[in-house]
């Protein structure tokens, strides 16, 4: 596609910019956000320096696209929300529907959960799929326009630096050199970064005169090694469609996960915390699965054929940008996604804030239509703040232990989990308390609802029996499940 290269005073003046909105980065946050600007804008363009696949499959953009994606329930409400045909789609396309609360067996702390009745229902996809259903329905709008293969080299600002007109890009294809005459300006009337967590937008804005971005980085050491495997048409009796296998922390930090995907795939996904990472290699990897706390998920895929290469990915941390905290931000900007606040990928949170983030954009839009100001603003970026602090508060609540930092923020968490833990610990005994605790978990319901005054009575009592134990029995007293073997269902059991 070719690009007029005209004066930086003609392109801040254009008719054609002014109708113009940018998106940089078409994953999934910039390809929903380019969904709801089509509401307000004639032209959309997506600037993506990947060429992007005409059928679904990985791209060098996406490397966390190998391993377990669970879209939450109040993401694929939201996603229902804006295409309406997308879930039959998937499942035309051979995605699994999973109901969280029959077909999910998961292995916590405290032991297996129970069954917790029917009807929270997702789809179990591969990220590529998804994506590549998003971004059929996104493209088959004319007003949204693709650049492939080109980097966004920085933002074009009016003399006071006050505003935001454009985009710097340069073609990635060719090798082509990096010289000046190859980068062009893309004019726009609002610009939005989705770039993902390699976003420059802190560096772009610093050297605009803006303040330096305070970043919030937590990191639980957590990595990953994925494969696909066929399903096995003979295996064990199994009462599950999807498996999860928790850790127990401090003592045991590895996790495993099998999820049904198309083509009759399931993919596993071990998880290592504190550095103690999940190997690479064929043996490794098995001894790894072999190694958690029950043997469920290592009998299940000991018979299984391995349909792809073991893939490994350990850039986990949790990374918060305070751009909500700033003085001053340029109008007809606005960041989001991941390239405001990503999350440790094993709470599978970051498409579902970017799904709510582009509706709340939507919605910043239709008030400015009353007002007539130019879009984006801090009070935007306070308003994605808030959509993405909820995710953050449960994501960094359990890796803000595995750090072995101390401080303020450390033992509010290590509190919090004190709470989680023991509310498990009565989950798996009591399906309505597990039902709560997954609809808080998919961001149905907010965290408060743990703490309703039913559930924190029976958290309080428990507490106060462990205390019991540990003051008046010598040693440490065991509780029930703790004392229950290790890999032994309760239903399991003679």
Request: proline share 6%.
């Amino acid at each position: 596609m070719t690009l007029s290269t005209s004066a930086d005073s003609e392109l801040r003046h254009s008719p054609l910019a002014a109708s113009r909105a940018i998106v940089i980065g078409a994953g999934m946050a910039g390809l929903l956000t380019a969904h709801v600007l089509t509401g307000h804008f004639d032209e959309v363009w997506l600037v993506e320096r990947d060429e992007l696949p005409d059928r679904p499959g990985p791209r060098a953009g996406v490397p966390q696209g190998h391993y377990v994606h669970q879209l939450l329930m109040r993401g694929r409400r939201t996603l229902d929300a804006l295409f309406p045909d997308l879930g039959q789609g998937l499942l035309d396309a051979g995605a699994v529907p999973l109901d969280w609360y029959q077909s999910v067996r998961w292995f916590g702390a405290a032991g297996w959960m129970p069954p917790a009745g029917e009807g929270f229902v997702t789809w179990s996809t591969s990220r590529d799929l998804l994506e590549f259903a998003v971004r059929q329905r996104v493209l088959a709008d004319r007003r949204v326009k693709v650049l492939n293969g080109c980097d966004v080299t920085g933002l074009r600002f009016d003399a006071t630096q006050s505003r935001v007109y454009g985009v710097t890009i340069r073609p990635r294809a060719g090798g082509v050199p990096k010289g000046a005459e190859n980068v062009t300006t893309l004019p726009a009337a609002f610009v939005v970064d989705a770039s993902g967590r390699n976003s420059r937008a802190p560096s772009w804005l610093q050297a605009a005169g803006a303040d330096t971005v305070r970043e919030t980085v937590v990191d639980a050491r957590v990595g990953y090694a994925s494969r696909l495997f066929a399903v096995p048409k003979r295996s064990l009796w199994r009462d599950w469609q999807a498996l999860v296998v928790h850790g127990r922390p401090p003592e045991c930090l590895r996790s495993g996960t099998i999820f049904p995907i198309e083509g009759n795939r399931w993919i596993v996904t071990l998880t290592g915390a504190g550095g103690d990472y999940p190997p690479g290699d064929d043996d490794g990897f098995m001894a790894f699965a072999r190694s958690l706390r029950v043997p469920t998920l290592h009998d299940a895929i000991a018979f299984a054929e391995p349909v792809s290469p073991i893939r490994q990915f350990r850039r986990t941390e949790n990374r918060l940008r305070h751009f909500d905290e700033m003085t001053a931000w340029p109008s007809g900007f606005a960041v989001l996604g991941d390239a405001a606040c990503s999350f440790n990928p094993v709470y599978g949170q970051g498409m579902t804030v970017a799904a709510l983030s582009a509706v709340a954009l939507d919605a910043h839009l239709h008030v400015l239509r009353h007002t007539g100001d130019a879009p984006g603003s801090l009070a935007l970026q306070r308003v994605l703040s808030r959509v993405s602090r909820r995710a953050w508060i449960f994501a960094t609540g359990v890796d803000l232990r595995q750090t072995g930092e101390r401080g303020p923020a450390h033992w509010r968490a290590r509190l919090m989990q004190r709470y989680v833990e023991v509310l498990l610990g009565l989950a798996v005994d009591d399906a309505a308390i597990y039902r709560r605790f997954l609809r808080v978990m998919h961001m149905v319901e907010p965290p408060t609802a743990l703490f309703a005054p039913s559930v924190a009575m029976q958290v309080a009592w428990r507490l106060a029996a462990r205390q019991a134990e540990r003051t008046f029995i010598p040693g440490r007293a065991l509780s029930r499940y703790e004392r229950q073997p290790i890999g032994v269902r309760k239903t399991e059991r003679k």
